[in-house]
C-alpha cells in the first residue's frame, strides 16, 4: 500500500506539474470569496462545490499568498493520492488481487480526461472523493467495526455535501437495506451521512448567492474593472447557476447525440475528434453500435461466461452496481443539464467507473480453460488497450503547452501567480483599502479568470 501511495503522488505530480506557478480558474472566485469573508458566508457562493473544497481552500488562504497554488496543488495530490488508495484497499480487501485493484486504484490519475484539468485541483476533488466513496458501496465495504462504519459514514456525509450528485448511492444502499438483513445498522448508519450530506447541499443550493457578491457596495471605477467583470459574467461566473426546466422531449431527442458524446470520449483520436462530428443518423448508429460491441459487449461476456459456475458471484454483483451507478449518474446529469452532456467534467465520474468495473473483473480469465479465453483475451485486450493508448497521448496534451480550449495551465513555465500578485500589491499602495484590484495572470478570459478583489485583503 505504501509503495502505491508514493506511485500515486509521482504520477499525479508529473500530471499537475506546472500548475503550481498559476492559480487554477475554478478556484479563483473561491480563493477572492476565501480571503473576504468567513467560512459559512463562503458556503453560500453559488457553485457546484460546496463543503470540503470550501474548507480546504478557506485553510489554504491563511497561508501566505505567494504560495498559494502550491499548497492548493500539495493538497489536492496527498487528496487524490488518498481517494486512489481508498480504492485500492477496497478491491483488494475483497478480491485479494493485486492487478485489479492497482489498475482500478489508476483510473483516478490517469483517465484520459486531460484539457479539464482535473487532477491537482482542490476544487474538483468532489469527483474523486464520490468515485471512492461509490467503489465502497458497490463493493459493499461498509466496514467490519462500528468504528470503521462511522468512518465510512462521515465520508459519506462530506461527499454528499460536496457533490449532490452522490445521492444516487442511496439506491444502492435501500438494495442492501432491504435484502441484507445482517448489515441493516451499517447501511443505515452510512445512508443517515449521506443523506444529511444531501440535505446540506440542497440547502445550499438553494440559498445561494452570485458568487461577487463578497465585493458589496461598489462601482465600476475603472475601464478595467467593468470590462475584467464582463468577461467573467460571460464566462458564467458572475451568474447564479440554475437547473433549467426538465424537457421530456428535448432530453428525448438530444438521448442520441448524448450516448455518442460520451462513447466517442473513451476512444483514441483521431477518431474521437472524427466521429463526434458525424451529422448523418445512419453513420451515427453505426458509430455507437462499433463502439458499444468494444466498450459493453467484451466485460459483460467476459463476466457471464467467467462468473456462471462461481457459488460467489462477487464479481458479478459488483461489476452490475457500478454499471448502475455509472447509468444514474447520466441521466441524472443529462436532467439537471437539460441538452446534450457537454461538460467532460460530467464525464468524468461515469468514464472513471466505466475502467474500475473493467479492471475489476480482469482476473477472472483465470477461470477459463485456454481454448474457451483465447478469443475472448484477445478482445479484452483490444478494450483495455484502447484505455492506455487515451492515457498514452494524453498524458501530455499540447492543449496545456499551447493554452488554448481551456487548459488548466499545467506546465506553466513562468510564476503567473506571483507576478499579478505583486503587481496588485504595488497598485493597492497607490489606492485606498477598499479600492477593488483585478489580478489578471494571463490575458485571456478562456485560460484565466481574474481574482477580483479590495486591496486589503491582499495586503502584506
Not at 503522488?9 to 472566485?29: F, M, Q
Not at 469527483?127 to 462511522?150: D, H, Q
Not at 466485460?299 to 462461481?310: A, E, G, K, M
Amino acid at each position: 500500500m505504501t509503495i502505491n501511495f508514493v506511485v500515486y503522488l509521482a504520477l499525479l505530480t508529473a500530471r499537475s506539474w506546472g500548475s503550481h506557478r498559476i492559480l487554477h480558474y475554478e478556484e479563483t472566485i473561491a480563493v477572492a470569496s476565501a480571503l473576504s469573508q468567513s467560512f459559512v458566508a463562503t458556503l453560500n457562493d453559488a457553485a457546484y462545490g460546496t463543503l470540503v473544497p470550501r474548507i480546504l481552500i478557506f485553510v489554504a488562504v491563511q497561508s501566505p499568498l505567494e504560495y498559494l497554488p502550491i499548497t492548493l496543488l500539495a493538497t489536492a495530490t496527498l487528496l487524490w493520492a488518498i481517494f486512489s488508495t481508498i480504492i485500492f484497499l477496497v478491491i483488494y480487501k475483497k478480491t485479494y488481487r493485486f492487478l485489479p485493484a492497482f489498475l482500478a486504484s489508476l483510473v483516478l490519475i490517469l483517465v484520459p480526461l486531460p484539457e479539464l484539468g482535473m487532477q491537482g485541483i482542490v476544487w474538483n476533488s468532489f469527483w474523486p472523493m464520490f468515485i471512492a466513496l461509490g467503489v465502497v458501496v458497490a463493493c459493499r465495504a461498509y466496514g467490519e467495526s462500528r468504528r470503521f462504519t462511522y468512518l465510512v459514514a462521515l465520508f459519506a456525509f462530506l461527499t454528499a455535501a460536496s457533490n449532490p450528485v452522490a445521492g444516487v448511492l442511496m439506491l444502492l444502499l435501500g438494495f442492501d437495506f432491504v435484502w441484507h438483513k445482517a448489515s441493516r445498522k451499517k447501511v443505515s448508519l452510512i445512508g443517515a451521512g449521506l443523506l444529511l450530506g444531501m440535505i446540506f447541499s440542497l440547502y445550499i443550493q438553494i440559498t445561494q448567492e452570485p458568487p461577487l457578491r463578497y465585493l458589496g457596495e461598489w462601482s465600476e471605477e475603472l475601464a478595467q474593472t467593468s470590462e475584467t467583470l464582463g468577461r467573467l459574467e460571460d464566462s458564467g461566473a458572475a451568474t447564479v447557476r440554475k437547473a433549467p426546466p426538465i424537457d421530456v422531449i428535448a432530453v428525448a431527442k438530444s438521448s442520441p447525440a448524448t450516448i455518442k458524446y460520451l462513447l466517442t470520449q473513451m476512444i483514441p483520436e483521431p477518431y474521437a475528434s472524427r466521429w463526434i462530428l458525424t451529422d448523418s443518423f445512419k453513420v451515427s448508429v453505426s458509430q455507437i453500435i462499433l463502439i458499444l460491441l468494444v466498450l459493453a459487449a467484451c466485460p459483460l461476456i467476459v463476466l457471464c461466461l467467467s462468473d456462471q459456475n462461481l457459488k460467489n458471484g462477487f464479481f458479478r454483483r459488483t461489476f452490475f452496481r457500478i454499471f448502475f451507478v455509472l447509468s444514474a449518474i447520466l441521466v441524472f446529469q443529462s436532467l439537471i443539464i437539460g441538452d446534450v452532456v457537454q461538460s467532460k467534467q460530467y464525464l468524468f465520474a461515469p468514464v472513471s467507473l466505466y475502467w474500475i468495473g473493467v479492471f475489476l473483473i480482469f482476473p477472472r480469465f483465470t477461470s477459463f480453460e485456454y481454448g474457451r479465453i483465447l478469443l475472448l483475451y484477445l478482445a479484452y485486450s483490444l478494450l483495455i488497450a484502447t484505455s492506455f493508448f487515451q492515457i498514452a497521448q494524453n498524458f501530455r496534451d499540447p492543449h496545456d503547452i499551447s493554452g488554448e480550449d481551456g487548459a488548466p495551465g499545467r506546465y506553466e513555465e513562468n510564476q503567473l501567480w506571483k507576478i499579478a500578485l505583486n503587481n496588485a500589491r504595488t497598485e493597492c499602495k497607490l489606492r485606498s483599502p477598499n479600492y477593488i484590484i483585478i489580478m489578471n495572470q494571463k490575458d485571456s478570459v478562456i485560460n484565466d479568470a481574474p481574482v477580483v478583489i479590495r486591496c486589503r485583503f491582499i495586503a502584506k
